[in-house]
């Protein structure tokens, strides 16, 4: 199983939609939680952290749920310029190992006019 | 300008070739990270290190070999390489695992083995 699962996707929405993505992680270790943005292949750019109480960034809101291991992300009012690869990633801390970064497959949003 | 820099951003190899892929860092971050990335995978950890000489197995590791002699640099080798190896390669870097610390991609290096 992998630690970390996203819905597959992809997703095509209108301009306007409200959309979610869900991410679910399997190890109880994980520690820090973050959804990334990529383009077309190019590198990942850090779109927010998750915490805890969740958090709002204008139109989007990422939340985590510890108990069912799960963290979300929904974007309202979804623009033509939305669109794009997201990708859910965890810290995992591994006694004397360090902080591993694990990303989950990602999934890909298409917002239509 | 201060960064994370990738080298060579395209590589053709062969297959069977010693391949290195070089990783370089300017913010003197612990933690640095090699991933792939493929269609249908996302980007999946190949190895990572913590620090200077400290380096850990990621997801797939197989084929592969890093070394982390100076806190900057992290480079990647393909021992002998094979065409399933053909990807785009991402190196990270982060200061520490607190999760206000940003993590910093390179823009990748992609490779075909042939």
């Known amino acids: 199983r992998k630690e970390v699962e996203q819905d597959p996707g992809p997703f095509n929405v209108p301009e306007g939609a409200t959309v979610a993505f869900n991410c679910t992680y399997s190890?109880?270790?994980?520690?820090?939680f973050f959804w990334y943005r990529q383009d077309c292949r190019k590198e990942p750019k850090l779109l927010m952290s998750?915490?805890?109480s969740g958090n709002e960034d204008g139109r989007f809101t990422a939340q985590l749920n510890r108990a069912s291991q799960y963290i979300s992300l929904l974007i309202r009012d979804s623009k033509l310029s939305d669109s794009a690869t997201y990708l859910c990633?965890?810290?995992?801390?591994?006694?004397?190992?360090?902080?591993?970064?694990?990303f989950g497959q990602g999934t890909e949003l298409s917002v239509k006019p | 300008d201060a960064g994370i820099t990738q080298s060579p951003r395209y590589k053709i190899t062969e297959t069977g070739r010693q391949v290195t892929l070089m990783c370089h860092q300017t913010?003197?971050?612990?933690?640095m990270f090699w991933y792939r990335q493929d269609l249908g995978h996302g980007l999946r950890l190949i190895y990572y290190?913590?620090?200077?000489?400290?380096?850990d197995k990621g997801e797939v590791p197989d084929g592969y070999v890093v070394s982390r002699s100076k806190t900057e640099n992290f480079p990647l080798t393909l021992e002998s390489a094979t065409r399933s190896q053909t990807s785009v390669y991402f190196c990270?870097?982060?200061?520490?695992?607190?999760?206000?610390?940003?993590?910093?991609f390179g823009e990748g290096s992609w490779l075909t083995v042939v």
């Open positions: 913010w003197s971050h612990s933690y």
């Open positions: 998750v915490y805890s």
């Open positions: 290190s913590a620090a200077a000489d400290i380096t």
């Open positions: 190890n109880s270790a994980s520690q820090s």
């Open positions: 990633a965890v810290i995992l801390l591994i006694y004397n190992q360090g902080g591993k970064l694990i």
């Open positions: 990270a870097s982060r200061s520490g695992t607190a999760i206000g610390n940003t993590i910093y």
